[in-house]
């Protein structure tokens, strides 16, 4: 995987025209999917603003983003209805982070949130844009990073390290499971999942997880059987391969690339 962009710096209007140039070459030369293995994709023939790649073998689809700063906690994304439309639908795409160096101009760290990790949930809803601004009432949205577990940020290159495909494509295939479940069970999977991530140990106890009860009962107000739907969901993850049942109360998470 080389790392440089090989654009040549053309003067463009704005820092992110020339970044949107960058990327979009980079991504078409080095990048590969991450779904099926298929060695490139394919830049999207839409006239949308988001920058999307198809892979030619399994079609899943790749939305783009690039900055020169780390994501942080969030990510601004399109218009919310159109995104949360989108997700609903089978061209849902996997969300692609491509964090580069100006100075450098290379790509540094380029980490995959796969598809099935997005629920509404995690869509913010932004502000409608004010009444002077050129597209008045305009409603963006916010990706909340924060809220993936950390098993939904799949790193191909971090910090100019690649990481090697083989073991990409497996840590992919450890959550692929989450595509064949609906949104709603989707998104107590990947509460139960955060909560799992939060108690910070490989083994843990029911009680560690049950520790977060207040939170999830924040999340779902409507559901008053939070501990048996924990344990349900740690059932649904062991079924999956995702953690193992090690005795009376005692989990532990499968070893994750
Ligand atoms: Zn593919």
């Known amino acids: 995987m080389r790392l440089g ?9 704005s820092g992110s025209q020339q970044a949107r140039v960058w990327t979009e070459g980079w991504v078409a030369r080095e990048a590969y999917c991450i779904n099926c293995g298929s060695p490139s994709l394919t830049k999207a023939t839409n006239n949308s603003p988001v920058l999307d790649f198809v892979c030619p073998v399994c079609s899943d689809q790749f939305e783009v983003k690039a900055q020169k700063k780390a994501f942080g906690a969030k990510v601004a994304d399109g218009a919310y209805f159109t995104k949360i439309e989108r997700l609903k639908s089978a061209t849902n795409p ?7 160096d100006a ?3 290379q790509v540094r760290s380029v980490c995959v949130v796969p598809r099935h990790f997005f ?28 809220r993936v577990p950390e098993a939904g ?15 990409v494509l497996q840590r992919w295939k450890q959550t692929l499971f989450l595509r064949g479940s609906g949104l ?4 107590w999977l990947l509460e139960v999942m955060r909560a799992v991530d939060l108690v910070g140990r490989q083994e843990f106890e ?6 977060h009860e207040a939170r999830l009962s924040a999340i779902y107000p ?26 009376r109360g005692r989990y532990r998470l499968r070893a994750h690339v």
């Open 184 to 187: 709603e069970a989707r998104g």
């Open 94 to 100: 996997n969300l692609m982070l491509v964090n580069y």
């Open 153 to 167: 940020r799949i790193f191909i290159l971090r910090n100019g390290v690649e990481i090697p495909k083989a073991d």
């Open 119 to 146: 629920i509404p949930d995690i869509i913010q809803k932004r502000p409608p844009l004010a009444e002077t601004a050129r597209r008045a009432g305009w409603i963006g949205s916010n990706i909340l990073l924060g």
């Open 103 to 105: 100075e450098q101009l």
């Open 206 to 211: 029911l009680d560690d997880v049950y520790a």
């Open 5 to 13: 962009f090989e654009e040549s710096q053309a003067a463009f209007n």
């Open 222 to 247: 409507g559901n008053k059987n939070v501990r048996p739907k924990i344990r349900q969901q740690l059932q649904v993850l062991r079924d999956n391969g995702y953690l193992e049942f090690v005795g």
